[in-house]
């Protein structure tokens, strides 16, 4: 006999239903339009969380900025880490997903536009400079120009003592474009490194950590943030 504890919660089930509408629409998409996606599968919810994890939740509020939400997996997790007042939007190419993103979270600043534009995209919207950017762009795609002028806004946007990450799977690392992609983000940031490997993740990934912007117009427009006092 099932009993009342084993059965799954009315919010388990609208989860699990929200997070098969998205890989629906994910797959529908990258069949649509392979070179905007780029990727076999939505991200898993262990790489997420790890993504998410990098919130200072210490700090409130926050800015994040999330570039190629897809299905929302990440989304999904930022927002339940983002402190109370915090401002996040994602930015998304695809017409499809930013259509299902804005369909699926109608209270989401959902931004349909190249991340390459990106300065520009959150300057419309008031946005910057911004403590945290999580990338699940799909770099091999994207020419080395092109991944250049994002990098380039990216660090442009960042707040000094921001953080960039974006996911690398364990596939394309040993790959020549994948060595020059690290070797630009070592040009972009002063500190890069990798994450523990998501191995449950389809494929298995990571996230290339960046921190200390080389080149950041924020540095300009605001000092530095103090360390948060210690509670009396």
């Not at 890989?23 to 790489?47: H, K, N, Q, S």
């Not at 998501?198 to 494929?203: G, L």
Request: proline letters at 12%.
């Amino acid at each position: 006999m099932t009993t009342a504890q084993h059965q799954p919660s009315p919010q388990g089930i609208q989860t699990r239903a929200a997070q098969s509408r998205g890989t629906t629409w994910f797959l529908l998409a990258a069949l649509r339009r392979p070179r905007e996606i780029g990727a076999i599968a939505p991200t898993g919810r262990a790489l997420a969380a790890q993504a998410a994890g990098l919130i200072d939740t210490a700090r409130a509020p926050r800015t994040v900025v999330e570039l190629g939400p897809g299905s929302g997996t990440i989304t999904r997790a930022i927002q339940s880490w983002l402190p109370p007042g915090s401002t996040f939007c994602t930015v998304e190419r695809n017409s499809a997903m930013a259509a299902y993103l804005t369909q699926a979270w109608p209270a989401l600043n959902v931004i349909h536009g190249d991340a390459a534009d990106l300065p520009r995209l959150l300057h419309n919207v008031g946005i910057g400079p911004v403590d945290l950017i999580i990338s699940a762009l799909p770099w091999s795609l994207i020419p080395p120009p092109a991944q250049e002028q994002i990098l380039s806004g990216v660090a442009r946007v960042l707040h000094p003592h921001g953080t960039f990450a974006t996911i690398i799977t364990v596939p394309v690392r040993p790959l020549p474009a994948a060595r020059q992609f690290r070797r630009r983000l070592t040009a972009t940031f002063g500190d890069v490194k990798p994450s523990p490997i998501v191995w449950r993740n389809v494929p298995p990934a990571h996230l290339w950590i960046c921190r200390e912007p080389l080149s950041s117009d924020s540095a300009n427009a605001e000092a530095p943030r103090p360390a948060a006092e210690p509670a009396p």
